[in-house]
């Protein structure tokens, strides 16, 4: 059943060609995936990164809210002993407590997602309460300044205005510093501060 | 026969390098869009910084209202007198004194030492302090009084607080239910 002659030869050809043609494409097309390949996987890993980033910054800004609302005489005494902590991010829930000694805390790992989440917290008092009977330099001043312009030509550059009045503040201000280690090179630092607005 | 056979086979590759041209251009697509995607992050980071650095604003403003009313008090007062037709230069004044302590442009401030202290990373931990500028300026402090049926009477303060972070800056304005002595 051999079939031979002109038309024979011709479909031999076409043969020929097509596993040629086959295997050139199948290269180019290996040229052209595999890179394809290598751009979506980059791009999953950018895109879950930056989920991560995304968790840890809301962590860290829930972790700040919470603090901001705790009791403060015991939050600048370092008497808090255990907060707990069920913050709902984007990603999942983080379930944990914040255990506190002195004026640090940090938390147990939680895992979201793939990556694992932890929280540290400093408290820092930036101004001391003024003290009448051992006065110090380190407390709150609120100034009052005289803002007329002195007579004759302003001085150049512009003098700041001369401070008239002081009022030393009789309570501290806090420095409240959270950061969230999610496992990358950088945690997410977050600081604000907390006035005593107890009175 | 074997002429068409062989335009047939030019076509095929042909079609092959339209669809690798394609996938090309999709693959340079997914990496523009996932190297613009890498900057949001940071953006994102110094958006909270700054938001951060306006709460810290609001904590000091209001705080300066809670140990100094009165002085608030007289401020309030002379915006009403303006209102009343009353010249605004004592107003304008005296407002920009009870300002001045909350703005971190201005040296030797309460803000111009928790920017310091923002900034120099002492705020424990300093081994990881951010390198950053932050700034914070309170731009509205004002008394809200609502009339409600009857003789009630509902004060609010309103403050207004920019904070910024390497430039980045956003603004927080928080509305605080106060209650004024007659």
Request: charge should be neutral.
């Amino acid at each position: 059943m051999k079939r031979t002659g002109r038309h024979g030869t011709a479909l031999s050809t076409r043969c020929g060609v097509s596993l040629v043609e086959i295997l050139v494409a199948l290269v180019i097309m290996a040229l052209a995936i595999l890179p394809a390949i290598g751009a979506f996987s980059t791009s999953y890993g950018t895109a879950t990164r930056q989920i991560e980033q995304e968790t840890a910054l809301k962590l860290g800004e829930a972790v700040i809210n919470v603090l901001l609302t705790v009791n403060y005489n015991k939050l600048l005494e370092g008497s808090l002993d255990t907060i707990p902590l069920n913050i709902q991010t984007p990603s999942g829930e983080f379930k944990g407590s914040l255990e506190f000694s002195g004026m640090t805390a940090s938390s147990t790992a939680v895992a979201i997602g793939r990556a694992s989440y932890s929280v540290s917290v400093w408290v820092n008092t930036v101004f001391r309460a003024q003290n009448i009977e051992t006065p110090h330099n380190d407390a709150l001043v609120f100034g009052f300044r005289d803002f007329e312009a002195p007579p004759g030509p302003p001085p150049v550059p512009p003098a700041p205005p001369a401070p008239v009045a002081t009022y030393s503040c009789f309570d501290d201000l806090v420095c409240v510093k959270v950061r969230v280690d999610y496992g990358q090179r950088e945690a997410v630092d977050l600081e604000t501060f907390r006035a005593d607005m107890s009175r | 026969m074997v002429k068409l056979y062989s335009t047939k086979r030019g076509v095929a590759i042909a079609v092959v390098l339209v669809f690798c041209t394609a996938i090309l251009a999709l693959i340079g697509i997914l990496l523009m869009n996932t190297r613009q995607q890498r900057g949001t992050f940071g953006k994102q980071y110094e958006q909270t910084r700054a938001l951060m650095a306006a709460r810290s604003g609001i904590q000091l403003a209001i705080y300066k209202y809670r140990v100094l009313p009165s002085e608030y008090y007289r401020i309030h007062q002379l915006s009403l007198d303006v209102k009343n037709g009353a010249d605004p230069a004592e107003f304008n004044m005296t407002r920009m004194m009870w300002l001045h302590d909350l703005q971190t442009a201005n040296a030797d401030t309460p803000a111009a030492k928790i920017k310091q202290f923002l900034e120099t990373g002492s705020a424990g931990a300093g081994d990881a302090a951010l390198v950053g500028t932050f700034d914070f300026g309170v731009d509205e402090f004002d008394l809200v009084s609502h009339n409600l049926s009857g003789l009630y009477t509902q004060d609010y303060l309103r403050v207004r607080v920019w904070g910024s972070f390497n430039g980045t800056r956003k603004t927080l304005e928080e509305l605080v239910e106060i209650k004024i002595a007659e």
